[in-house]
């Protein structure tokens, strides 16, 4: 078994897309979250096992507040990762011309 092909340089395009999918999943699930923590106007507490405080209602100005201030992390996750892999695959080349350069060793 030698390493003489990198499998990351054919694998990278897939783990950034699925970087990218994980990271708008997880922003729009929290944004959900966010608008339904509470939003809606109880009065209090209403006492063990009431609807109102088992369900609370949906606030949208909450939900579209973390859609939009959520934009700022998600994108910051998905260039992180772009640079991440960007590095790793010019590590991976320069290795690669590096070892073509130098020519078979005897």
Known sequence: MSFT??????????????WIVMV????LICAVAIGS????SHGGYHGYG???????AFNPGAFLLALVLGLI???LHILGARM????IV???RTENNTRWLRGPQS
């Open 37 to 40: 923590s509470g939003g809606g």
């Open 5 to 18: 092909r990198y499998v990351t340089l054919t694998w990278a395009r897939v783990v950034y897309i699925l």
């Open 84 to 87: 991440v892999l960007e590095f």
């Open 73 to 75: 992390p998600a994108f």
């Open 24 to 27: 708008v999943a997880t922003w």
């Open 90 to 92: 010019a590590v991976i």
């Open 50 to 56: 009431s609807y109102a405080a088992s369900h609370a």
